[in-house]
């Protein structure tokens, strides 16, 4: 009897303590997303709910479909609260963002969770959206690791100059991963984890920049169609995936040869990577100040509405 009585309290509490946790969620909505946030995160929930549509319509221009709307995104303002919503496993502690295509949901990590605020969560939203459409288009279908992570890649134009030089360092030293190895996971050591995504968003590049616009959608519809890899190449290229793998090597070589690399002062590739560079700096300043703003405009707003006051805005999700 005790033992029932003690198993009844631990439910209880356990019931509790998540109705809690869902009834200090808010909801805002768009025609194609909600966006589930606390109280502390109301000014980046409506930005990045505009953002979300901008960032629809781009995938929409560029391979021609989306998942279905609409599409539920998180905004955990902690480290607690971005693991306590995820449906599966813990992510790891360098996560910022989860995708669920099965579920059609997101899952950020608002600046504040991160240390300095330094992520740059418009390209986070990016690139697990694009996770999310791929998968939803896919769905049922095995997609190769390096077309998931390189169209992600893509799509949040998360390229860099470190990776130009992950990616010119594999090309000098021999050491690229051959494509086949990078279709079910990549590596573990973290040295080959960034040169597998740094191959990956190079090898898709490559496709929709040799082959046009029109390439990646015509891939992505053969394989959502049934096709493998290879056939889906071809039937977007003319080429299958051996000769397209052995094509790209070949331009690697010819763009990350040791003449641009030690010349690279006076071309027009490192005037490009340094305008790149402080386009980045005043990007994230940009950002920086307002989250700062924000945060300063909160301090001295209004006491927050107590919980159960009537909101045009927002609505309490239901425990």
């Known amino acids: 009897m005790k033992r029932s009585f003690a198993s009844f309290l631990v439910f209880i509490l356990l019931f509790t303590a998540g109705s809690l946790f869902a009834s200090s969620w808010l909801e805002i909505h768009s025609p194609h997303f909600i966006i589930r946030y606390q109280s502390s995160e109301k000014r980046m929930a409506s930005f990045l709910l505009s953002r979300a549509e901008e960032i629809r319509g781009a995938v929409l221009r560029d391979i021609g479909c989306c998942p ?35 579920l059609n949901l997101i899952i950020l990590r608002s600046p504040r969770a991160v240390k300095g605020g330094r992520t740059e969560i418009e ?45 010119s360092k594999g090309v000098l030293t021999k050491s690229l991963l ?32 040799e082959w046009g616009p029109t390439a990646l959608p015509c891939l992505i519809k053969g394989m959502a169609q049934g096709l493998d890899v290879d056939s889906a190449l071809r039937l977007a290229t003319g080429l299958g995936f051996r000769e397209m ?11 990350y040869s040791w003449v641009p ?47 159960g006051s009537p909101d045009e805005e927002d609505e309490r999700f239901p425990t």
């Open 261 to 307: 690399i030690v010349t690279s002062f006076f071309s027009l590739w490192f005037l490009a990577s340094l305008l790149f560079l402080l386009s980045y700096w005043r990007k994230r300043r940009r950002a920086k100040k307002i989250l700062e703003q924000w945060e300063s405009e909160e301090a001295i707003s209004e006491p927050p509405i107590p919980p």
């Open 68 to 102: 279905p709307s609409p599409t539920l995104i998180y905004l955990a303002p902690t480290w607690e609260d971005f693991q306590q919503v995820q449906p599966g496993g813990q992510p790891p502690s360098w996560s910022v963002g989860t995708a669920y295509p099965g």
């Open 178 to 209: 051959p494509l086949e190895e990078l279709e079910d996971g990549f590596p573990l050591a973290q040295h080959q984890a960034q040169l597998a995504y740094a191959e990956s968003f190079s090898f898709v590049s490559f496709i929709k920049n």
């Open 123 to 167: 390209e986070v939203l990016q690139h697990e959206y694009a996770h999310l459409t791929l998968g939803t288009v896919l769905k049922g279908h095995d997609v190769p690791r390096w077309l998931d992570e390189g169209f992600a890649m893509l799509q949040s134009r998360q390229w860099n100059l470190s990776w130009i030089y992950i990616l």
């Open 245 to 255: 793998e052995r094509r790209w090597k070949k331009e690697l070589k010819r763009r």
